[in-house]
């Protein structure tokens, strides 16, 4: 089983910056793909980004440029540095954790952006 908890969501400028951290507590944290996916009001949860276990990563179209995942083995945590934030990146943002197609979910955490 793996747990993971959210931190560093809340309400910014439109412009602004926040910056999200998931912690894990998984054993082997390093053999599971991490995610960022996010749900606004009405819409289905969609993929922000996500990072292998080797390190590559993928991004939304929509953050490109903006948002930047990484991990960090050795704490069991993956970050989410989100830069330039535009009122439609207002969503409850949740980690992920993947490994063989088994997936497991954080609490989410809210981001507001404001304009």
């Known amino acids: 089983q793996v747990q993971l908890v959210e931190s560093g969501g809340g309400l910014v400028q439109s412009g602004g910056s926040l910056r999200l951290s998931c912690a894990a507590s998984?054993?082997?944290?390093?053999?599971?793909?991490m995610g960022w996916y996010r749900q606004a009001p009405g819409n289905q949860r969609e993929l922000v980004a996500l990072i292998t276990t080797g390190g590559n990563t993928n991004y939304a179209d929509s953050v490109k440029g903006r948002f930047t995942i990484s991990r960090e083995n050795a704490k069991n945590t993956v970050n989410l540095q989100m830069n330039s934030l535009k009122p439609e990146d207002t969503a409850v943002y949740y980690c992920?954790?993947?490994?063989?197609?088994?997936?497991?979910w954080g609490q989410g955490t809210q981001v507001t952006v404001s304009s």
């Open positions: 992920n954790a993947n490994r063989n197609n088994r997936h497991y």
């Open positions: 998984a054993s082997f944290f390093n053999s599971y793909a």
